[in-house]
């Protein structure tokens, strides 16, 4: 069965640099959702999206920006990098009318701000 | 607010001995659980949900857990763990009535010895 997709899988980039992380939910699914985890650290929801709109938003910094596309492909777009975004970036994708609540984790994007 | 208690950060235990990760939660509304389980340098896959009916659920790899409101628990269970069972487990709560978004606990990792 088809799987979220993320990329890049690894990401290196320098202090004050922009990175874009790509998700590619499972398809007819019409949510998605975005979670960073640090080390050692429990995943932590920054936003999510239901069909194409922002569904919910959680601890996502300012210089972070995220959309979904007509696809239902996310980007999350992430501005003047610190030290502290290094972490492992998940995207999730669920199906809401399907009601079971589930939430499909992608392989993560591992980010490295050095 | 919600929130979400793992009470141990590392469980060690014997190949082929039970185990039981902890899990208690604290929310005013209803929330379904969930149990993640993430291997090392990987996603987050679902062990198992509970949303309602039976308390008892079963998930995959042998796994289950007890949804107790009483005491607001959801321990998970194995009655024989195996090598391939070390990783890190994740409790997780969704509140019914505020968006889809996960909390997760801070995570246990658990070590299977042979």
């Known amino acids: 069965a088809a799987g979220v997709i993320q990329s890049p899988r690894h990401l290196i980039k320098e202090k004050r640099e922009t990175a874009t992380l790509k998700c590619y939910p499972i398809?007819?699914?019409?949510?998605v959702y975005w979670y960073q985890q640090g080390p050692g650290q429990d995943p932590q929801f920054l936003i999510s999206?239901?069909?194409?709109?922002?569904?919910d938003k959680g601890s996502i910094p300012d210089r972070f920006s995220a959309q979904q596309f007509s696809d239902y492909h996310s980007e999350l777009n992430m501005s003047s990098l610190e030290l502290g975004d290094s972490a492992l970036y998940f995207c999730a994708s669920s199906l809401v009318e399907g009601a079971d609540y589930e939430q499909y984790f992608g392989p993560g994007t591992r980010l490295t701000v050095t | 607010a919600q929130s979400v208690t793992q009470l141990d950060s590392q469980v060690p235990v014997f190949e082929e001995a039970p185990v039981e990760l902890r899990c208690n939660y604290s929310s005013s509304v209803s929330v379904y659980l969930f149990w993640y389980v993430q291997y090392p340098n990987q996603g987050l896959q679902l062990l198992l949900k509970?949303?309602?009916?039976?308390?008892l659920v079963k998930g995959i790899n042998g796994f289950e857990a007890e949804f107790n409101k009483s005491q607001t628990s959801f321990h998970l269970r194995k009655p024989s763990v195996h090598i391939s069972d070390t990783a890190e487990y994740f409790c997780?709560?969704?509140?019914?009535?505020?968006?889809?978004?996960?909390?997760f606990g801070t995570g246990t990792r658990l070590a299977v010895r042979p």
């Open positions: 999206f239901y069909e194409k709109m922002q569904s």
């Open positions: 997780a709560v969704n509140l019914k009535s505020s968006g889809d978004k996960l909390t």
């Open positions: 398809p007819r699914h019409d949510t």
């Open positions: 509970y949303l309602s009916g039976s308390t």
